[in-house]
T-cell receptor, first 112, second 115 residues
Framework: AQRVTQPEKLLSVFKGAPVELKCNYS??????LFWYVQYSRQRLQLLLR??SRESIKGFTADLNKGETSFHLKKPFAQEEDSAMYYCALSEPSSGSARQLTFGSGTQLTVLP | DAGVTQSPTHLIKTRGQQVTLRCSPK?????VSWYQQALGQGPQFIFQYYEEEERQRGNFPDRFSGHQFPNYSSELNVNALLLGDSALYLC??????????????FGPGTRLLVL
């Protein structure tokens, strides 16, 4: 069964400090990995996905198949990065969007 | 485009009752997925509808059922409500252009409280 683990429920860093949100997964194959973010009073939205290999709002995430991890990183945190972050996994798809399996989330607080 | 919309925003029911939640997908989308998010947890997949049929289903009992209409909007029905059904119910839409790695866009959710 597929599973996503985010070991930290809460994470606090100071503005300008590097931040890393951890995500580990279990899946027997090559999944698609995503990071979703939910800012205060806003809906859940896609931040980035591993197949795009892009940087969004300064965030990057590298899929490490050997360690089955997909950690989210940003070199210099900003106060507006404070939000709930969810790591998610889906089966690879060549058609319609597959079901997402989410982790339990990490609440990031960036202190001034 | 208002994006994905859901109604109602909040709902209070008692045990044993039945509830219907509604979702309108983002313009141009034809696939709707439903998720349940309990307090302090990540969303959990319930099922997905495409072409008015259930295409995928998560580990939820038959008390949870759904429907998709010709205009792609969808309903989630829950029968014989239990206290444990109290949660935020999220709708996500996708599709329009078939291809690998479609993005799911989420609605604001319906918060259900079962007393």
């Amino acid at each position: 069964a597929q599973r996503v683990t985010q070991p930290e429920k809460l994470l606090s860093v100071f503005k300008g400090a590097p931040v890393e949100l951890k995500c580990n997964y279990s899946y027997s194959g090559s999944p698609e990995l995503f990071w979703y973010v939910q800012y205060s009073r806003q809906r859940l939205q896609l931040l980035l996905r591993h197949i795009s290999r892009e940087s969004i709002k300064g965030f990057t995430a590298d899929l490490n198949k050997g360690e089955t991890s997909f950690h989210l990183k940003k070199p210099f945190a900003q106060e507006e990065d404070s939000a709930m972050y969810y790591c998610a996994l889906s089966e690879p798809s060549s058609g319609s969007a597959r079901q997402l399996t989410f982790g339990s989330g990490t609440q990031l607080t960036v202190l001034p | 485009d208002a994006g994905v919309t859901q109604s109602p925003t909040h709902l209070i029911k008692t045990r044993g009752q039945q509830v219907t939640l509604r979702c309108s997908p983002k313009s141009g989308h034809d696939t709707v997925s439903w998720y349940q998010q309990a307090l302090g947890q990540g969303p959990q997949f319930i099922f997905q509808y495409y072409e008015e049929e259930e295409r995928q289903r998560g580990n939820f009992p038959d008390r949870f059922s759904g429907h998709q209409f010709p205009n792609y909007s969808s309903e989630l029905n829950v029968n014989a409500l239990l206290l444990g059904d109290s949660a935020l119910y999220l709708c996500a839409s996708s599709g329009g252009v078939r291809g690998r790695g479609e993005t799911q866009y989420f609605g604001p959710g319906t918060r259900l409280l079962v007393l």
